[in-house]
């Protein structure tokens, strides 16, 4: 009797699928909420694919911003949490 690596043999590393951005037709930016979606042409393994999709350096430029204005939420937080100091 084989065992099972014997019958199904090595197996190659599995390929990612196809996904090459061709072109960007349009960016449009939110007014209310700022976010700026796009319709981007993909050439992927089954053909064409037409996608509207939020710029994803959008969403990074936006994520390091949230950070930057949580820290300074923080300082200033702490800085109300001290006690005042004594004028002399």
């Not at 390929?15 to 960016?27: A, G, I, S």
């Not at 979606?37 to 430029?61: H, I, K, P, S, W």
């Not at 950070?67 to 001290?82: G, I, K, L, P, Y």
Request: glycine content about 4%; some cysteine.
């Amino acid at each position: 009797m084989t065992t099972w690596d014997e019958r199904i043999g090595t197996r190659p590393p599995a390929r990612l699928p196809k996904l090459e951005r061709v072109k960007v037709f349009w960016r449009v930016q939110a007014p209310t909420s700022g976010r700026v979606y796009e319709c981007v042409l993909y050439a992927t393994d089954a053909g064409l694919e037409l996608r509207m999709q939020r710029n994803e350096d959008d969403a990074q430029d936006r994520a390091a911003c949230c950070e930057v204005a949580w820290r300074r939420r923080e300082r200033c937080m702490e800085s109300r949490s001290e006690p005042p100091k004594a004028s002399s």
